[in-house]
């Protein structure tokens, strides 16, 4: 029986400080596109997720290399495509804002899980 090959890595980033809905309006425009495309196209997102994705599409390609250092494998990295994006909503940090005469409004700042796996093409 031959040896399967992993055919998908993941990577993903927890906790991260910001809002998951601001957040997957950029994970929406990666999802679907090659890791090296989608790399390039956040280069010029302008919005305060993009560096965080881009970092975490980094990731992955570097966990599929490694997978193919370590088992001896040859995987093109070049043709990888982005399978699965995902947002999730993180714990919600609940904070006091200090008011008038005293008096202290909350407010909540949020966190989100972001996560990205990467799969060769199907043929």
């Not at 910001?18 to 997102?45: H, P, T, W, Y």
Request: glycine share 4%; net charge positive; proline share 4%.
């Amino acid at each position: 029986m031959a040896e399967a090959t992993k055919r998908e890595f993941k990577a993903s980033a927890r906790n991260i400080r910001m809002s998951a809905r601001k957040a997957r309006l950029v994970m929406d425009a990666v999802r679907g596109r090659d890791a090296d495309e989608a790399v390039v196209l956040l280069q010029f997102v302008n919005k305060r997720a993009a560096p965080a994705i881009k970092k975490l599409i980094e990731s992955a390609v570097a966990n599929a290399e490694e997978y193919g250092n370590r088992n001896g494998i040859d995987i093109e990295t070049d043709n990888l495509v982005i399978a699965e994006a995902r947002v999730d909503e993180g714990p919600r940090m609940k904070r006091w804002r200090p008011r008038s005469r005293g008096m202290a409004n909350p407010f909540t700042r949020y966190t989100c899980h972001l996560f990205v796996t990467l799969a060769e093409p199907e043929l």
